[in-house]
């Protein structure tokens, strides 16, 4: 069976890299809640489409009943994906019938800034978790390596300490694994 090359889960490739004025320019975030399994169909639609998006994927190892390790691409948050665009691309979103439903999000820039930190994490390779809900702990900020300047919520799960990088929006997150003398309180 062949393997298949990741697909795209982030068009165009620089589009969390520049730097928007939201408050005069057209275009805006919008988060698309997607039917049941239908994030890469509308992922690859939007690309179709050249309208930009985020939807950010991993690499999801498990073991297959004959014993091999099997790897798939798959959606860190499931049945999410964000659209960078017009009203017009919104609604182009809309007629590739894989929307449930849209909403445009109240503070841009803080969306901006989270989907940094998950997007350089994951292009990191760090192992990520996806987390449901917040959880209440102490806010942190990473002092030191590559992650320097990171915010996020410490937790801890097996003994081992976890920082928490979330998206307020959508009140979920990913959990790396970190050194806690790289951590310093805010």
């Known amino acids: 069976m062949p393997i298949l090359k990741p697909e795209d889960d982030l068009y165009p490739l620089d589009l969390l890299d520049c730097e928007t004025d939201f ?89 901006t800034c989270d989907l940094r930190q998950i997007h350089a994490a994951i292009r990191e390779g760090v192992p990520l978790t996806p987390e449901a809900k917040l959880i209440a702990g102490q806010p942190v900020r990473v002092r030191s390596g590559p992650f320097r300047g990171y915010e996020g919520v410490v937790i801890r799960r097996e003994g081992k300490t976890r920082l928490l990088l979330t998206v307020r929006y959508l009140e979920q997150g990913v959990s790396m694994q970190i050194d806690e003398g790289l951590l310093e309180a805010m």
């Open 23 to 111: 408050s005069v320019s057209q275009q805006r975030w919008f988060c698309l809640y997607t039917l049941a399994r239908q994030e890469k169909q509308l992922m690859r639609k939007l690309k179709g489409l050249g309208i930009s998006f985020y939807g950010p994927t991993i690499t999801k190892r498990y073991r297959s009943p004959h014993g091999r390790i099997r790897a798939s691409q798959v959606p860190l948050f499931a049945n999410y994906v964000f659209l960078f665009g017009t009203d017009e691309d919104r609604s182009r979103a809309l007629a590739t019938k894989c929307i449930s439903r849209v909403e445009e999000v109240g503070d841009p820039a803080a969306l």
